[in-house]
């Protein structure tokens, strides 16, 4: 049976920031030094190409066609496997440098809550109204993303949830150009198959790509005295900040 040592709350040694920003130095100049001799090489290869198809004009198939149709499909997966690769180690840094900036205490209550002020949405209406609220999302990549959205049941305290089908995005889908934002909004019909004086909740979440969740809030108020139901599709006066929704970057 082995003896355990003393506890300590040290963590072990690990290389220092300095060690991994020589290495980063050293892969990036690396990384440099390869392109420079490819770009070499790519260019002799083009200029031989276009020796040996002026020499031998009948050779099939055409030596410099045959070489661009090769380069421009390599070439065009290269920058697609750089870019993702550059995209997510940004990713990383990025998540780092957030970690890094918020508290302790802070991290610990986000794991309890994890929705924040900024990705939730309250509207309000009574049975018969269109409520509608607005989000934003943008693409923080350097390439374009194809967007599109999943809504949850509207779920009450209490009670049955009500179909999703009552929830509309406009645009349902949407193709985000890089650094490029797009305005959402949402709208509830409130049907008599909400509760008068029930909350509904449900989460909007993104396709194509990472982002928090929206989470949309729906009170039902009682329909005042006297008064009769508002017809269907009447928009609400009130209506929701716009809120953003961003892509992890």
């Not at 934003?136 to 779920?155: C, G, I, R």
């Amino acid at each position: 049976m082995r003896a355990s040592g003393p506890s300590s709350d040290v963590p072990p040694a690990t290389k220092s920031p300095e060690v991994f920003v020589e290495e980063l130095k050293s892969l990036i100049a690396t990384n440099v030094a390869g392109n420079m001799k490819l770009l070499s090489r790519v260019g002799a290869l083009i200029g031989n190409a276009q020796v040996a198809a002026m020499r031998e004009p009948t050779r099939m198939p055409n030596p410099a066609t045959a070489v661009t149709r090769a380069l421009e499909f390599t070439l065009n997966s290269y920058a697609i496997v750089n870019t993702h690769a550059l995209g997510a180690l940004n990713d990383l840094v990025t998540e780092l440098e957030r970690t890094i900036a918020v508290p302790s205490s802070a991290r610990a209550a986000s794991t309890t809550a994890p929705s924040t002020a900024a990705n939730v949405l309250r509207v309000e209406g009574h049975r018969g109204d269109r409520v509608t609220a607005s989000f934003v999302v943008d693409n923080q990549y350097d390439s374009p993303v194809q967007v599109s959205f999943h809504v949850d049941a509207l779920t009450p305290s209490v009670g049955a949830p009500v179909s999703a089908s009552h929830v509309t995005l406009e645009p349902a889908r949407l193709t985000l150009a890089p650094k490029a934002e797009a305005v959402v909004e949402a709208a509830v019909n409130l049907t008599d198959a909400f509760v008068v004086g029930e909350t509904y909740t449900t989460q909007i979440s993104t396709i194509g790509f990472q982002a928090p969740d929206v989470e949309l809030h729906v009170a039902v108020l009682p329909t005042p005295a006297g008064s009769s139901a508002r017809p269907s599709g009447e928009t609400s006066a009130k209506r929701a900040d716009t809120k953003r929704k961003r892509s992890s970057s």
